[in-house]
């Protein structure tokens, strides 16, 4: 991936982010582990599709950036976090959707709200998705990616900031997936994602966007 170094950052670089899953089906739902996340997902009526997964979020830490742009802020708590999604199709074809997820975390919530297109004739997975997406915190997860207490101020040198929670960004993800051959995938992404003014505001944000691109390989046993 070539990512942000963290969100708000004007900071980039490429990672490698090797990763595993395993999947158990059973008819219209899977259970299954990946990466860190535990979780299910199963088709209803052919036109709504759930998910609930844990997972683990890594947090920040002052060395994320290069440049010392988070020098004296400390690094924000990892946690665990809990998330549910539902995606509903306008059809069986799953041609045009809408989609919404919650994240519920030790260091906030967030919400998630969009409408996608699906590129492509097969139903296996294959072809690609536009979506567009709003994102909405509440004002615990907006200080901890963006807020400067007094702490940190005084230590940092940036200017306090606090944050109300409410709209955080409109952001636009593509993703595209093909078949190889029987065992290979190949996989790429891009996402931008636009920040409020809030957000912008806040000493932290570098950059009033994040931005992210990806190409990968799968290999399915």
Do not use: K, M
Request: avoid cysteine; charged fraction near 25%.
């Amino acid at each position: 991936e070539y990512e942000s170094a963290y969100e708000g950052s004007d900071e980039f670089g490429f990672e490698p982010q090797p990763a595993g899953a395993v999947q158990w089906r059973s008819g219209d739902d899977i259970f299954f582990f990946a990466g860190e996340a535990l979780g299910w997902r199963g088709l209803r009526n052919d036109t709504w599709l759930l998910e609930a997964i844990i997972g683990f979020e890594e947090g920040r830490e002052e060395g994320d950036s290069d440049d010392g742009r988070l020098d004296g802020l400390g690094d924000t708590d990892e946690g665990v976090e809990f998330a549910l999604q539902a995606r509903r199709a306008f059809a069986a074809d799953w041609r045009y959707y809408l989609d919404g997820r919650v994240v519920a975390g030790e260091n906030g919530n967030l919400g998630i709200f969009g409408v996608g297109r699906r590129f492509g004739e097969r139903l296996d997975g294959s072809g690609s998705e536009l979506a567009v997406v709003a994102v909405f915190h509440d004002s615990d997860l907006a200080n901890t990616d963006f807020g400067i207490d007094a702490t940190q101020a005084a230590a940092s040198g940036l200017a306090e900031t606090n944050l109300s929670g409410g709209f955080r960004s409109i952001g636009v993800h593509y993703n595209y997936r093909n078949y190889i051959n029987e065992n290979w995938q190949i996989f790429g992404e891009v996402l931008y994602e636009r920040y409020s003014s809030d957000i912008s505001d806040s000493p932290i944000a570098r950059n009033n966007y994040e931005a992210e691109v990806g190409i990968g390989f799968i290999y399915v046993f």
